[in-house]
Every structure is written in structure tokens, then in C-alpha cells.
């Protein structure tokens, strides 16, 4: 049995967007129910994605059940990036448990403040007590490649500016140069506020359906994910092994690796694509984030799922492109790694 | 409308029994302890009683208080951090470095530095400065 992705839909990203949470997600899960003519009496369980500590309320689920049509359905969430959420989702399908299941993430970073909130995502005996943050375990993995690559502050420049440019017609933030990237502030040496990706709110929805491996459509082939260890002194610093795992997860699970057309990675750093293209070894003929990626807007738990909306989006287009790859990262310094292969069937 | 809240719950975390052990020896003595683990051979720094090879790393050991810095970066304003390996330990954990970053870099060696006035806690160590 195939998985068959039937419906995205998408809100945001947006900078401060006046809405309540839930009003937020609802336009998305429409959005996603209406591309796949379905009805919420067609969806049979719910896998939503969001994270209590940054939506400022425990169980932050629970604020979305009835937009996601959740009531009297199983409902599964998991407090992790979207993509995660897309996974657990597609094992539902996969294992014939449901046909049709709704997998949705939101995120709203206009609600506080977002990198001094990740401190509390942190050992609380060790790390806490530093006042250190996801932003500061950015710096430290960012300076670990640089210190023995004189090149990569002003390639990291290129590559954010690169993104920018892309994502300026639809994106939170406007256009800029590799000059005004290396010019902006340190944030976290040796990141820079124009080398990171704009942080905005939004949710995005996907309808996941049981679907004949031959059935016209975008499927979601391989997926995998991992964990490395909470510490950054106990990783190599220097990689994103645990993406390395993940990816060999994805094309155990796949059989094939297939040729890559779109890759659409969780990068929020731009340091971090170097960390992606090493850790699945990427074919210099893919394409990674043609709409600027996050740098369109970094909707943190959603994010993922908008990069898997994203390849979607890219293998439905006109350009007739086979295969894509999506990307979610969570916790300091890309701890958690999720990824997934979608194609064109 | 916006509508202004915020969230404020105290707690009281066990810092295991492990961690008290190194927290104890930090403020009382100076001293910074690892935990090795009897099966790998593994140092672990600040310890830990799980050993990534399965086994409990059951035994400290002292390590530093000199190491070598692995990475470190700067935030405006909050001042340095860096990733530290004591020596004898096998692995590294972040703390405040104490010195301009100006003259920082990975690979050099840095010794610890204990506050003066200690009450329990990993500030009990100020954090690591440039070896002379
Ligand atoms: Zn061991």
C-alpha cells in the first residue's frame, strides 16, 4: 500500500498575524480538506504537532481539537516538528489502521519570546541556570565548522541572501545582499540577524490517504528520524550524524534511492545547509529551497510540514520533477531529525 | 485584541543523585568529577549514571580543572559561551566563558574557575578562562 499526500493547505507564514491560534490552523486544515474533496467526515484520526511551551498553555492540542475536527476522533499529537507529526501519520495509513488521516502543525512566534522560551527546552540543572538558549547552541555548532573554514562566514552569507531573495515576494522579510548579511548585528557569533531566518506564525495542514502504489499524485514514499543526545558536548558537533541516521532510515524504508529534483530542508541558519547536503550526501543536480525555504518565514513546529507542503507543491508543478525530499529539525543544535521522500506517481 | 499574560511556577528539581555527588564536590571542595563508565571506559563530564554502551557509569573520577575549548560563541550583551572538554573526560559541556572573544579559539587550552562565594549549583563554577 502507498501513501497518497491529497491535500496541503497553508496559512502564513505571517509576522504577527492578529488571529487566534485556532483561526490560524482552521484556514489551513480547509484549505488542505477542499484540495483533497473531503469532508471532515472522511478524515478518520488526527495527528496534530505543537508545542505547550511556546503556545503558553499545557496541552496545547486541546486548543486546536475542534478546528482540526479532532471531536469523537482518535487524535494523536506529538510535541515535535510537523514532519514528525506527517510520520506518525503515514504509519497509521501504512498500517491499515485508517484510510484517511489529518496531519496538522502551528506554530506562533509572535506569542513571546521565542529563542528566550528554548531555554526552558534545556537540561534544567546544567544548562538553565547559564541562561543559555537554542540560539546560543546555534552559535556554538556554527563556530565549530568556522573555526577550520575560513570561507564559510561569507558562503553562509551567499546562501542566506541567496534565500532571501527567493523568498521576498512571499515571504515576512524583504530581499537582501551577502553585504548586508555579513554588515547585520552578531546575534550568536559567528551567526549574524540576516544569516537566520525570519521568525513568523502559521500552520499547515496535509490530508494523507491510502492510496494503489500507481495512483496519479504525490506519495510519501521513505521516512525516517532520530534523536541525538540532549548535550551538544556529547555529539559531534561538526554534523548532523543523526540526520545521517534518519536518511538511511528513510531509504531503508523507500528500497531505492531515488534521484533527487527538490530539497526543501528545515534550515533556520544558514549554516545548516552545509549539515544537510553533507548528511544525505546531495547529488549537486537537486534543487534546495527554490522558494527560499524558511528564510520565507520560520513557523517553528510547523515548519517541517511546511517544507513537505512545499515539495508537494514543487511535484505538482509544470516543471514535471519526480522526487523531493522534506526536512524537520527539532530541539538545540538539531538534536531531532526527521526527514521524508516524496514522489511524483 | 492582544490580551498580556505570562507564567510563573516555581520547582524543585532533583538534581539525581549523580549530579548532587559532582554538585557537592563543585561547592565544597573545588573540584570538578566525572563519571566513568567500568564497561567503555567512558568519561562522562558533568557524570552521568547512563553510559551510552548500556552499562551505569558508576564510578567518579576527578577531571580538569584545565581542558580544551571545543567551540565557543558570543551573544550581545550575555557574554561568551564555550563547549569545554576537562581533561580526562571524554566529553564536553557548555559554560560561560570568562575571557574577551576577541582572544578566543577552538583547540586552546582553558582552565576552570570557581566562584568564590559557592551555594550549590553548576554556577558554583564562574566558568572557564584562557590558560597562561
Ligand atoms: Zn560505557
Known amino acids: 500500500m502507498s501513501v497518497a499526500v491529497a491535500g496541503v493547505g497553508e496559512s502564513g507564514p505571517a509576522l504577527d498575524d492578529p488571529r487566534s491560534i485556532p483561526e490560524i490552523v482552521l484556514e489551513a486544515v480547509e484549505e488542505a480538506l477542499q484540495e483533497a474533496r473531503l469532508g471532515f467526515d472522511s478524515v478518520d484520526a488526527v495527528v496534530t504537532a505543537s508545542v505547550d511551551l511556546l503556545d503558553g498553555l499545557t496541552a496545547s492540542n486541546i486548543a486546536v481539537t475542534e478546528v482540526v475536527g479532532a471531536v469523537l476522533k482518535p487524535e494523536t499529537r506529538i510535541a515535535a516538528d510537523g514532519l514528525v507529526a506527517a510520520i506518525h501519520g503515514s504509519c497509521l495509513v501504512r498500517a491499515g489502521a485508517y484510510e484517511t488521516v489529518l496531519v496538522v502543525a502551528h506554530g506562533k512566534a509572535s506569542l513571546g519570546p521565542y529563542w528566550e522560551l528554548t531555554s526552558w527546552a534545556l537540561d534544567p540543572i546544567f544548562l538553565q541556570p547559564l541562561g543559555l538558549d537554542f540560539l546560543a547552541c546555534a552559535g556554538l555548532q556554527a563556530r565549530a565548522l568556522a573555526e577550520d573554514d575560513a570561507a564559510a562566514e561569507q558562503r553562509w552569507a551567499r546562501i542566506a541572501a541567496e534565500r532571501r531573495r527567493a523568498a521576498a515576494a512571499h515571504g515576512v522579510a524583504p530581499a537582501c545582499t551577502a553585504e548586508d548579511v555579513l554588515a547585520s548585528p552578531a546575534v550568536a557569533s559567528p551567526l549574524r540577524r540576516e544569516s537566520c531566518a525570519p521568525l513568523a506564525d502559521g500552520a499547515t495542514a496535509i490530508v494523507l490517504r491510502a492510496a494503489g502504489p500507481a495512483e496519479p499524485g504525490v506519495h510519501l514514499g521513505g521516512v525516517g528520524f532520530d534523536l541525538s543526545p540532549h548535550a551538544l558536548g556529547e555529539r559531534e558537533l561538526t554534523e548532523w550524524d543523526g540526520l545521517r541516521r534518519a536518511w538511511a532510515r528513510a531509504l531503508a524504508v523507500h528500497g531505492t534511492r531515488p534521484t533527487l529534483d527538490v530539497a526543501e530542508p528545515s534550515c533556520v541558519f544558514a549554516y545548516e545547509e552545509d549539515l544537510f547536503r553533507h548528511a544525505l550526501e546531495l547529488d549537486p543536480g537537486t534543487e534546495v529551497s527554490p522558494g527560499g525555504g524558511l528564510f520565507a518565514g520560520f513557523v517553528p513546529v510547523a515548519a517541517g510540514l511546511s517544507r513537505l507542503a512545499a515539495v508537494v507543491r514543487a511535484l505538482r508543478g509544470p516543471g514535471g520533477l519526480r522526487a523531493g525530499v522534506a526536512h524537520g529539525t527539532w530541539g538545540p543544535a538539531g538534536q531531532g531529525q526527521a526527514v521524508a521522500i516524496l514522489e511524483a506517481a | ?132
Open chain 2, 1 to 132: 485584541m492582544i490580551l498580556e499574560g505570562s507564567v510563573r511556577l516555581p520547582f524543585r528539581y532533583a538534581a539525581g543523585t549523580t549530579a548532587s555527588t559532582f554538585l557537592e564536590a563543585l561547592r565544597d571542595e573545588g573540584r570538578l568529577l566525572g563519571s566513568r563508565c567500568p564497561a567503555c571506559g567512558t568519561v562522562l563530564c558533568p557524570p552521568r549514571l547512563d553510559c551510552r554502551c548500556g552499562e551505569r557509569a558508576t564510578e567518579l573520577v576527578e577531571v580538569g580543572p584545565a581542558g580544551t575549548l571545543v567551540s565557543w560563541t558570543e551573544l550581545p550583551g550575555r557574554g561568551a559561551y564555550g563547549l569545554v572538554r576537562p581533561d580526562g573526560a571524554d566529553t564536553a559541556f557548555v559554560h560561560r566563558l570568562l575571557d574577551a572573544p576577541e582572544s578566543l579559539r577552538g583547540g586552546m587550552r582553558v582552565h576552570a574557575r570557581f566562584a568564590e562565594e559557592r551555594s550549590g549549583g553548576i554556577a558554583d563554577l564562574a566558568g572557564f578562562e584562557v590558560a597562561s
